[in-house]
């Protein structure tokens, strides 16, 4: 029997029950990525809403970096040393080594820097003592709040309970570490002086920093002093220095004590592009570079993060029925780390599966291959997706945010290709019994959640809590 007709053979039994909504999504890319200059967001049905969920500081728990970031500060929380509101151009780099999301402007700073050298109180922003909640502002006379001036000697690393960045910005922003800075200062950047900092994506400019012994400004105009999260020894911290002729990373002397600069740094923002790269092995089947497209929805049942295309597409599908490879991305057996390409590659390794395990995190490919956090939806989220999406066919689940397309299959036999532009099929990460398990399949038939052998092949779409 094929698998087109046993899907369809199950859904007759199981005769699940449809609920329809239609769902509008709009403001994505062909291939997956929002637009810089909006910000779309993705209620439970699918619907784009028009403005990002605050929390009670009225920082945007679903950012889309690129964008802007408006914080209000308030000084009652014993971080921000005065209140008020502050709009923070944002940018992904992979300057660090890796695609971060990071502020164009000082923590704290009303405005991003207008030169190198800007000695304005305005583009300085605020200073922080290494490891420490509470910030200062200076005026270009007066330091406040009062300064503390008690020595510190904490063996320990910037704590994420005391960082800054995320009491103030919110989950996911922190400060860089000392990789993350070196990185940047070093090729192919280069940075030799201050002109290079500000030439950056990120506009370094010289805001200078806070003495130890009694928090007075010096050096703003011709210094910049920013702290990354990783302690030297109990009394020193890392930091970028730079100035006219120079910049590196340093430590000082009992730096911990003095107030330096804050840029803050977010992993991921849901929303943006998640670039990846694949290397071929044993779990990619190949080397390469993808872009994956990625919005913010619950129709899962809860607000998830998830990619847009296939695991190993190159792109988002053009359309429902798109038959190219390009679009299809790779392959798995269930729980199982290999994936496939057509033909298939690597060469297929057994045509059964018979064993009592959902999929193991530690073979999860949208883990390994993503990164933490990133995994395979489980029965309740497909089920839940499905449902709720109010999907009937293989159009509707290509219209939905998702945009999920008819990709086919690889035989549990031999590996061949089966059903491209017929049928989709993607793996939940939850079995059904010791040789079957649970996935979402949709085509010509229609659209159903149902079981099938371990050893057959099938998509994966990865998500993120």
Not at 427 to 441: G, V
Request: hydrophobic share 30%; glycine share 8%.
């Amino acid at each position: 029997m094929s698998l087109s007709k046993y899907a369809l053979f199950l859904f007759l039994i199981f005769n699940f029950s449809l609920f329809i909504f239609h769902s509008n999504a709009q403001g994505i890319t062909k291939f997956g990525e929002n637009k810089t200059t909006s910000t779309t967001f993705v209620d439970k049905n699918g619907k784009i809403i028009s403005s990002p969920e605050l929390d009670k500081y009225g920082r945007a728990t679903n950012l889309i970096c690129g964008s802007t970031l408006t914080i209000n500060h308030d000084m009652s929380d014993g971080v921000a040393p005065e209140t008020k509101t502050v709009t923070y151009g944002i940018v992904t780099t992979s300057i660090s080594g890796a695609y971060k999301c990071w502020i164009t402007q000082n923590l704290g700073a009303d405005q991003q820097a207008t030169s190198a050298t800007d000695a304005t109180d305005a583009a300085a922003g605020w200073y922080w003592q290494f490891n420490r909640i509470q910030g200062y502002a200076n005026n270009g006379n007066v330091t406040t709040p009062s300064w503390n001036s008690t020595p510190i000697n904490d063996d320990s690393d910037w704590q994420p309970i005391n960082d800054p960045c995320t009491i103030e910005l919110g989950t996911g922003w922190r400060i860089p570490t000392y990789t993350e800075w070196l990185n940047a200062d070093g090729s192919p950047q280069n940075w030799n002086n201050y002109n290079d900092t500000y030439n950056s994506v990120l506009k370094l400019h010289a805001a200078g920093y806070l003495k130890s012994s009694d928090g007075t400004l010096l050096n703003r105009g011709t210094f910049g002093y920013y702290w990354s999260n990783t302690q030297y020894n109990a009394t020193d911290g890392w930091l970028l220095l730079f100035r006219n002729s120079l910049s590196y990373m340093t430590h000082g002397t009992n730096s911990k004590r003095f107030g330096s600069s804050l840029r803050c740094i977010a992993d991921f923002v849901c929303g943006n592009t998640l670039h990846i790269n694949h290397i071929g092995g044993t779990v990619a089947p190949e080397t390469k570079s993808v872009n994956y497209g990625t919005v913010i929805t619950d129709l899962s049942g809860a607000s998830k993060c998830w990619i847009t295309q296939n695991l190993g597409a190159d792109h988002q599908a053009t359309s429902a029925d798109d038959a190219t490879d390009a679009s299809a991305g790779w392959y798995w057996q269930f729980n199982r780390k290999q994936g496939y390409k057509v033909g298939p590659i690597p060469d297929w390794p057994i045509d059964a599966i018979d064993e009592t395990s959902d999929w193991l995190a530690a073979n999860d490919p949208c883990t390994i291959e993503l990164g933490a956090g990133w995994r395979i939806p489980t029965y309740t989220e497909w089920n839940n997706a499905y449902a709720t999406g109010g999907w009937n066919n293989y159009n509707d689940a290509y219209n939905s945010v998702l945009k999920l397309h008819l990709g086919g299959y690889l035989e549990n036999s031999d590996g061949s290709l089966s059903n491209r532009a017929l049928d989709g099929f993607c793996w939940s990460s939850t079995q059904y019994s010791t040789t079957t398990s649970w996935y979402l399949t949709f085509g010509i038939y229609g659209i159903e959640f149902s079981n099938c052998d371990k050893a057959y092949a099938f998509s994966l779409r990865c998500l993120k809590d």
